[in-house]
């Protein structure tokens, strides 16, 4: 099983390949399943910015594209231009989509390049529901 620090470095190597012609703010990240399976996905932005895709939303979906059928446990976020570079709203709830009351790790880079860890329940104490409704 892959390490808290590796999986940032993944999120870190791939934010390289962010397309964010419009924020010039890059993220990658990388998802850690029960399987032992990682993934990756960087930021990919549009003239339409509603239209952009966050790292966390491309990396989930990498996965899910690759057949990935096992429980998301952790998922990494790293940005050079931001310490606890937090996943968005929309992301958060994604994460939380895959839940499954495992409680997901969320990993970022602390402000002294240490790996420090939230649980999706704490940064997103009240999320959508479908039998909300």
């Known amino acids: 099983m ?7 470095e993944i999120a870190k190597s ?7 012609k419009y924020s010039n703010f890059p993220v990658g990240a990388c998802v850690l399943y029960e399987s032992g399976n990682v993934y990756s996905g960087c930021n990919v932005e549009n003239s339409s910015f509603g239209l952009s895709l966050c790292a966390e939303r491309n990396a989930i979906s990498t996965a899910i594209a690759s057949g990935e059928k096992s429980q998301l446990l952790k998922i990494a976020v ?4 931001s310490k606890k570079c937090f996943p968005c709203g929309a992301c958060r709830q994604w994460i939380q989509e895959f839940n499954n009351a495992q409680n997901i790790d969320i990993i970022l880079e602390n402000d002294d390049n240490s ?12 999320s959508f529901e479908l039998n909300m409704i």
């Not at 791939?14 to 964010?20: G, P, R, T």
């Not at 790293?78 to 231009?81: E, Q």
């Not at 420090?116 to 009240?126: A, C, E, G, S, V």
Request: aromatic letters at 14%.
């Open 78 to 81: 790293y940005s050079p231009k």
């Open 115 to 126: 790996c420090i860890t939230y649980k999706i329940n704490d940064i997103l104490p009240y």
């Open 2 to 8: 892959r390490t808290n620090e590796e999986l940032l």
């Open 14 to 20: 791939v934010s390289k390949n962010a397309y964010c």
